[in-house]
């Protein structure tokens, strides 16, 4: 399978709040996760390069990062990793998941509009511990939000054959809908991930100003 070339790749803004949020032309592809899940080492692996800094100590991201990426058949558009939530429950690192993804989404808790820039959500999952009652209770809040939405475990590459086995039927059984195994690492995945992306741009409108 061939892998999506990009033209470009850049790390844009970080936005604290609603107001710093952007507004462009431009389509999202939202994507979430507890924190140290490797959403940052996704992003570097659907960019080809390190565009996203990992660590592991978890709740770094509490921001939402934007990276624009051009690939080189079809249009730009903005990767934005939303913090990351589960860890420390309550603390503040839930609390900036929840605040950010309501302005994201919502523009702010007394607003009605879904955010016309998305084109889809990833949700990744530890393919190490599927089931985890944050993440069932992310894919459920995704879910109401009508927009399109696909479920990626990572670190598959630290399982034993047997162990994928068990996780693919726990994951499934879980979300009620087979999710999609990827590595960073490896590589595994990464490409079915883009080919999903392309989809979802495709479909895509621009909103009508």
């Excluded at 499934?172 to 990827?182: C, E, I, K, V, Y």
């Amino acid at each position: 399978m061939a892998r999506t070339r990009l033209t470009a790749a850049q790390f844009v803004t970080s936005a604290a709040s609603a107001r710093d949020l952007l507004q462009t032309p431009l389509a999202e592809l939202a994507m979430a996760g507890r924190s140290n899940v490797g959403k940052s080492s996704v992003i570097n692996a659907l960019a080809g390069r390190t565009l996203a800094r990992t660590s592991a100590a978890p709740g770094k991201t509490r921001l939402a990062n934007y990276y624009r990426l051009e690939p080189e058949r079809g249009q730009a558009f903005h990767l934005v990793d939303l913090p990351g939530y589960g860890y420390a429950r309550g603390a503040k690192e839930g609390r900036a998941f929840a605040s950010l993804a309501q302005e994201y989404f919502f523009g702010g808790a007394d607003a009605v509009w879904m955010r016309p820039a998305i084109a889809g959500v990833v949700l990744l999952v530890d393919a190490r511990h599927p089931g985890l009652e944050s993440d069932v209770e992310a894919f459920r809040w995704f879910t109401t939000q009508g927009c399109p939405l696909r479920i990626v475990a990572t670190k598959v590459d630290k399982l034993s054959r047997a162990e994928r086995q068990r996780a693919m039927a726990a994951l499934q059984q879980a979300f009620g809908t087979a999710a999609l195994l990827t590595s960073a690492q490896t590589g595994e995945g990464i490409d079915e991930l883009w080919i999903w992306i392309a989809q979802q741009l495709a479909q895509w409108t621009r909103p009508a100003r």
